[in-house]
C-alpha cells in the first residue's frame, strides 16, 4: 500500500496537481516524466519496512543516554543544535547528477548527504540517541532504489523486473529502507522531516519514524533523485549503543514546534519487560484543558514497539503526557508514565 504525505503547513490541505511535476520534467535533463493533468500529493511514503528481531537488534545496547544527546531540559540548548544543526539541512537540493533516461543512478553532493546525516542525527540526539553515519555500499545500494522510485513515481518495498531502471542493488536497498516521494523537488534534509513527520492514513504505526529512531542502528545508508528518497535503515544491530528504556516524539521537554509532527505523537519501549499494547494517553495543556486524542491501533514489526496518537497541540504550550495501563511482565502488574513537552518557536 502507498500513502500521501504532506508537510505540516498543509496537512488540510487538497492534494496539488503534478502539472509542474510534468513542466519540469520537459524542460529539466535527467528528471523524472510526469502524467499530464493527473493530481497527485505533494509527498508519498510507502509504510516502513517491517522486521521482526533478531535483525532489529533490541537488547543488545547499553541502558541510559547517550553523551552526545541534546539537553532537552535546557531551551537554549535545544534552540541552538535546531538552529545551528537542522534548520540549514531542509532547503539543500540534492543536486542529483543522474538521468532517469538511460537508467543512469548518478549521485548526490557531498553537502546533500551531509545534510540529510545532520538532520537524521539532530532527531537521534534530541531522543537521547548515539548518532549513525552512512556507509558508501549502502549508499550506493539507496541510489539504485531512488533512481527505481523516482522513474517509476511510484513506491514499493518489492518492486519486480518490470520496473523501470529495476537493478538488484535497489531491490534490495528498497526491502530494507525508508522510501519518499516529494513532488516539485525534494530536499535533502526535508525528507528526514517528512519520515519523522509519518502523515498519512497508513502510516499510522510510525514505522519510518521507529526506524529512525532504533537506538541499536549504527549504519545507514542515502541516495535521492529529484524526487525520490531510498533510507536504508534494517542493518545489523551493534552493541553497547545508548538505549533509553523510553523514548517519546516530541521528546520530552523543549521541543522546537517546528519538528511538530502534526500532532501525530508516539512514545516507544526498548524493553521487553513493557508491554504498551493494552496502554492508553491522555495528553493536557499544562494549567489548561484535557485534549481529545485518538489513539492508533497498537503495531508491532518496525523498531521498537510503539504507542501512536492523534492530537491537536498548542502552540507555545506546554503539554503534559501521561501513559497508563503499560503492563510490566515481570510482575504482571500495569505501570505508568508521565513527561511534559514544552513547544517553543526555536527560529
Same mark, same amino acid.
Given at each position: ?5 504532506? @508537510?505540516? =503547513? ?6 496539488? #496537481? ?8 520537459? =524542460? ?7 502524467? =499530464? ?16 528481531? @533478531? ?14 544527546? *541534546?539537553? !532537552? ?7 541552538? /543544535? ?5 534548520? @540549514? ?79 538488484? =542493488?535497489?531491490?534490495? /536497498? ?18 528526514? $522531516? ?27 545508508? !542515502?541516495?535521492?533523485?529529484? *524526487?525520490?528518497?531510498?533510507?536504508? +535503515?534494517? &542493518? ?8 533509553? !528504556? ?14 511538530? @509532527? ?7 519501549? &526498548? ?11 491522555? +495528553? ?20 521498537? $514497539? #510503539? ?8 502552540? %507555545? ?5 501521561? *501513559?497508563? %495501563? *503499560?503492563?510490566?511482565?515481570? #510482575? ?16
Amino acid at each position: 500500500m502507498r500513502c500521501w504525505t504532506r @508537510p505540516a =503547513a498543509l496537512v488540510a490541505a487538497a492534494a496539488l #496537481t503534478v502539472t509542474g511535476l510534468t513542466s519540469m520534467a520537459g =524542460a529539466t535533463p535527467g528528471s523524472a516524466p510526469g502524467p =499530464a493533468a493527473v493530481s497527485a500529493p505533494r509527498g508519498d511514503q510507502a509504510p516502513a519496512p517491517a522486521y521482526e528481531e @533478531p535483525l532489529a537488534g533490541f537488547g543488545l545496547a547499553a541502558q541510559g543516554r547517550s553523551s552526545k544527546a *541534546i539537553n !532537552t531540559k535546557r531551551r537554549a540548548a535545544v534552540r541552538k /543544535a535546531y538552529r545551528k544543526r537542522y534548520a @540549514p539541512t531542509i532547503g539543500v537540493p540534492t543536486g542529483w547528477s543522474g538521468a532517469y533516461a538511460g537508467c543512469r543512478p548518478g549521485n548526490v553532493t557531498k553537502r546533500s548527504r551531509k545534510a540529510t546525516l545532520r538532520a537524521l542525527n539532530l532527531v537521534r540526539a534530541m531522543a537521547g540517541l548515539d548518532p549513525v553515519g552512512f556507509r558508501p555500499k549502502l549508499n550506493r545500494q539507496a541510489q539504485r532504489a531512488a533512481l527505481m522510485m523516482g522513474a517509476n513515481q511510484s513506491l514499493s518495498h518489492y518492486p519486480d523486473r518490470s520496473w523501470k531502471c529495476w537493478s538488484k =542493488a535497489g531491490a534490495k /536497498a528498497a526491502q530494507t529502507g525508508n522510501l519518499a516521494l516529494r513532488w516539485p523537488v525534494l530536499r535533502s534534509g526535508e525528507v528526514i $522531516d517528512q519520515y519523522v513527520d509519518d502523515e498519512g492514513a497508513n502510516n499510522t504505526a510510525v514505522g519510518h519514524r521507529r526506524w529512525i529512531l532504533n537506538p541499536s542502528t549504527r549504519w545507514m545508508g !542515502t541516495g535521492s533523485t529529484d *524526487i525520490a528518497n531510498a533510507l536504508v +535503515v534494517v &542493518t545489523p544491530p551493534a552493541s553497547g549503543r545508548a538505549t533509553p !528504556t523510553w523514548i517519546p516524539w516530541p521528546t520530552a521537554g523543549w521541543f522546537p514546534h517546528q519538528m511538530e @509532527p502534526a500532532g501525530r505523537w508516539s512514545f516507544s519501549t &526498548t524493553s521487553d519487560r513493557y508491554d504498551l499494547a493494552r496502554a492508553k494517553v491522555g +495528553v493536557r495543556v499544562v494549567k489548561g484543558r484535557k485534549l481529545k486524542v485518538k489513539r492508533h491501533a497498537f503495531q508491532r514489526g518496525a523498531g521498537p $514497539d #510503539t504507542l501512536v496518537w492523534q492530537v491537536k497541540p498548542r502552540a %507555545g504550550k506546554a503539554h503534559r503526557v501521561t *501513559i497508563r %495501563g *503499560i503492563r510490566d511482565t515481570s #510482575t504482571g502488574r500495569t505501570v505508568r508514565r508521565s513527561y511534559v513537552v514544552r513547544l517553543f518557536n526555536a527560529r
